[in-house]
């Protein structure tokens, strides 16, 4: 994020310099902030940062590493992502998987669809796991908005005691040959990794996207700082949103509102971004956004992870999911 901060001051001071300092000297520095930050909520700025950027697979301001599963194409990839450069460093054919379709329900034994963190190596208890395995954060507050059920969703290895597995015994996991485990946990045991499980369709993004996704995210943190309610409400899906403390987007409305309502100012920060494609079985448009947020007010602090799930329509994201 650092990097971009010095490209926005770059393009802003370079093109809008005696502007800048006119609105320092009448209004001083946090007018100048604001206009700064009124840069990021624009397509073009975006645009313009991620001309040599590959972002197939997301934007990330780390470096992190990627676990792409196709369930129906039966192959495991791990990809490294680093300063906008991907490589694929790891590759297992046949691999297994449950289910074809989405997991849905506890015991359904369906492989999910969708885009998860992914933990360090833990010892699972059980020779049947393999040598170790690696969890993942399925059901996330998404799949808890759709109903879904269920948990314990792994990649593992197979049974030590030579079991034969197939795609009813996996429960659900991802099972990867005991040969290739210690190869796999190199490649994600240094960085944030995630795992994104497909069925049949490939999900990628592209650069118009990300910088349509990124310039909403700022203009939706622009309507929140400035206790533009209609806005900020704007920016959500009324019919499927839920907060992560499970009331709906009703409730979550009229507590806003009575917030906003205050007038209070905010100082409301961003850092350490990460978009990825949300692979989904109506192949829609959807999108995984984390951040660090650091808010305060004179009432309220908060400093923390936060994700908010989103759909990417006519330009436009509408929030279905917020944690």
Request: net charge positive; proline share 2%.
């Amino acid at each position: 994020m650092f990097k971009i901060i010095l490209a926005l001051l770059s393009l802003v001071i370079f093109s809008n310099a005696s502007n800048l300092a006119k609105i320092y000297l009448n209004d001083g520095i946090e007018a100048v902030e604001k206009v700064l930050e009124q840069e990021l909520s624009k397509k073009d700025f975006w645009l313009g940062e991620l001309k040599d950027k590959n972002v197939s697979l997301g934007y990330y301001d780390d470096n992190v590493a990627i676990v792409l599963t196709n369930k129906s194409d039966k192959i495991i990839r791990v990809y490294h992502y680093d300063d906008g450069k991907i490589k694929k460093k790891f590759i297992q054919k046949d691999v297994l998987t449950g289910l074809a379709g989405d997991k849905e329900v506890e015991g359904d034994l369906i492989t999910p669809i969708g885009f998860y963190e992914l933990g360090k190596k833990f010892d699972p208890g059980d020779p049947y796991y393999g040598p170790f395995a690696f969890a993942t954060t399925y059901p996330n507050v998404l799949d808890k908005t759709l109903g879904k059920t269920g948990g314990g969703i792994w990649i593992h290895g197979y049974p030590l005691d030579g079991t034969r597995l197939d795609t009813y015994k996996t429960r659900g996991c991802i099972a990867v040959q005991n040969n290739l485990l210690d190869e796999f946990n190199k490649l994600v045991a240094d960085r944030k990794s995630y795992a994104m499980t497909e069925d049949k369709d490939k999900i990628t993004t592209n650069a118009n996207e990300v910088a349509t996704l990124l310039a909403n995210l700022f203009a939706w943190k622009e309507s929140w700082q400035n206790n533009d309610i209609k806005t900020y409400l704007s920016f959500y899906d009324q019919n499927i949103f839920k907060h992560k403390n499970k009331y709906a987007y009703e409730q979550f409305a009229k507590t806003k509102t009575r917030i906003f309502a205050k007038n209070e100012k905010k100082i409301i920060k961003f850092s350490d971004l990460s978009i990825s494609p949300y692979p989904n079985i109506k192949n829609e448009k959807i999108f995984r956004i984390g951040f660090y947020e650091d808010y305060r007010t004179a009432s309220y602090k908060f400093k923390g992870e936060k994700v908010i799930y989103v759909r990417l329509q006519d330009d436009k994201i509408q929030i279905l999911a917020e944690q």
